[in-house]
């Protein structure tokens, strides 16, 4: 499988783009926030909620990240003015992380008072393991300044991880736990499947420990069902934890824990960059295009039994 789906990745850049838009668009809301507020407003009326990313990573002046950060308040009004029920995602690369710390992090400042001013919330997506340790920095440093708005992800497939959840504790952080979606060295990385499995479910049981608020991102069955056994053993009520997909992604089953009464909050990206975002998601990890080719391919066929969902 790995074989082709790093087949699939090379043959991307031969693909016409408008191929590529018309594969992707089931996974990016558009290119304008008119876009994205059409599929949260969608996603809401399904009683599902949503959060909303600027696309935009690799920034390479200031200027291209204050430009990604001063868009966050256009979103954070269309949120208001049509009264949706979305947060926000962000990644600090795209406020200007590899430019330098303090770029990034008064970005992101900027974006939490304003996110706080308007009753809303803004979660800081993880990237690479080259940017863990600014990330969480900021983040403590964010919550040591009185800004409780924010949140944290953390990635199953890190080695690291529980004791990321040890030295957060005091901070009771609201985290979104998900597997992690770059390629990283073994020596840092479980790259065995039921290992990353054992992980995530190990690292839900000490948030949960914890009292942490948990948005559970994960599209693998046998998560969802171990965790919202996990839920019901440390009597969370429905407002403490959320389940968490990508648009377009398995969406019959999120249909399904809607209506068994579980939250479910959809990641919505939109943006100019869709189509170097298409690209480099499925270059950083081609296992993405499998599971794209697959879903194509299974939307082309008629379906069987009902068994995609
Ligand atoms: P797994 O990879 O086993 O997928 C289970 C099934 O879901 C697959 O068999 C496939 O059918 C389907 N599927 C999963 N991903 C798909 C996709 N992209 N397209 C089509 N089908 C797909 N990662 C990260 O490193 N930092 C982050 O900040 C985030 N943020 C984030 C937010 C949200 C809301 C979600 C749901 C996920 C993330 N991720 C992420 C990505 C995450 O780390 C992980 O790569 C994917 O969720 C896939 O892992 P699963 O747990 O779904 O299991």
Same mark, same amino acid.
């Given at each position: 499988?790995?074989?082709l789906?790093? @087949? ?17 668009q089931?996974?990016i ?5 008119e ?32 430009h #990604?950060?001063y868009a966050y308040?256009?979103? *954070?009004?269309? #949120? ?6 979305s947060?926000v ?7 200007g992380?590899k ?15 304003? @996110? ?12 690479d ?8 920095? #900021? ?32 901070l ?6 998900c597997?992690? #979606? ?10 065995d *499947? ?10 839900l ?16 069955e ?20 959320e *389940? ?9 089953r999120?249909?399904e ?6 939250r479910?909050?959809?990641y ?6 869709w ?27 008629p ?6 969902a």
């Open positions: 499988m790995a074989l789906d790093r @087949a699939i990745v090379s043959a991307l850049p031969a693909v016409p783009k408008p191929v590529v838009r018309l594969i992707s089931r996974y809301a558009g290119e304008r926030i876009d994205a507020c059409g599929v949260v407003k969608d996603l809401n009326a399904a009683g599902k909620m949503a959060t909303i990313d600027v696309l935009g990573e690799e920034v390479t002046t200031p200027e291209e990240a204050r #990604i950060a308040d256009d979103v *954070f009004r269309a #949120i208001d003015e049509q009264a949706l029920d947060n995602s962000v990644k600090l690369t795209g406020m992380l430019l330098g710390r303090e770029i990034a992090k008064q970005n992101l400042q900027r974006t939490v008072r304003l @996110a706080a001013a308007r009753g809303n919330f803004v979660r800081i997506d993880m990237e393991s080259s940017c863990t340790d600014d990330t969480l920095a #900021i983040y403590r440093e964010l919550r040591e300044d009185g800004l409780d708005n924010v949140g944290i992800v953390l990635q199953a497939y890190l080695r690291r991880t529980l004791d990321d959840i040890d030295s957060l504790a005091d009771t952080p609201n985290v979104r736990l597997k992690g #979606i770059y390629v990283e060295p073994l020596k840092i990385a479980y790259h *499947f039921d290992q990353v499995r054992a992980n995530f479910f190990r690292a049981g000490a948030l949960l420990e914890g009292g942490s608020y948990v948005g559970i991102a994960t599209h693998d046998w998560l969802i069902h171990e965790a919202t056994r996990l839920v019901a053993r440390y009597r969370r009520a429905r407002e403490q934890y *389940f968490q997909m990508l648009l377009g992604v398995r969406e019959r999120g249909d824990l809607v209506r068994d009464g579980h479910l909050r959809i919505v990206p939109y943006g100019e960059q189509y170097a975002y298409s690209l480099r998601r499925l270059q950083e990890n081609p296992k993405i295009a499998g599971y794209i080719a697959s879903d194509t391919v299974g939307r082309l066929l379906r069987r039994n009902g068994a995609r």
